[in-house]
């Protein structure tokens, strides 16, 4: 009996475990972003904010990367998850009352929140027709 869902032939444990990982691939790349986001390149008088740049670009070659091999949402959305609950954790205040991660300034803000906007955007794209399947349709009409 069908379910209507498309498994790709891998067991449910394998499934879990993909998505598991998934997640565990976010978390790390999370933190090591969250520690990196603060870098800057200072060029006499002005201040290049390579690490944030770097991180955000990072998040969505991740997660960008990520959909496209995989062919579908779950596995990116997994990603997605582990990455921005990392973040949210590194920011919240420590015991000594602030984040040692992420200031309250212009770049914390951003990194706090652009990951999962990017997330959010990456997962949630529409899947469009592959040309492959566009031109066999043509030619199948044809």
């Known amino acids: 009996m069908s379910t209507g869902h498309d498994t790709g032939g891998f067991s449910l444990a394998s ?26 390149l200072r060029i006499g008088e002005v201040a290049i904010p390579w690490g944030i740049i770097a991180a955000l670009v990072g998040v969505a070659a991740l997660l960008l990367g990520i959909r496209l091999l995989t062919h579908g949402r779950a596995i990116a959305a997994a990603t997605a998850a582990g990455l921005v609950v ?40 529409p899947e469009l027709p592959s040309r492959r399947r566009s031109r066999a349709a043509a030619d199948a009409h044809a």
């Open 86 to 125: 990392i973040v949210a954790v590194l920011t919240l205040p420590g015991p000594g009352g602030g984040s040692v991660l992420v200031a309250g300034d212009v770049a914390g803000t951003v990194w706090a929140v652009a990951p999962a906007l990017i997330a959010v955007l990456i997962v949630a794209w």
């Open 15 to 40: 499934r879990i475990g993909g998505l598991l990982l998934a997640a565990v691939v976010g978390v790390v790349y999370g933190a090591v972003a969250t520690v990196g986001h603060r870098h800057v």
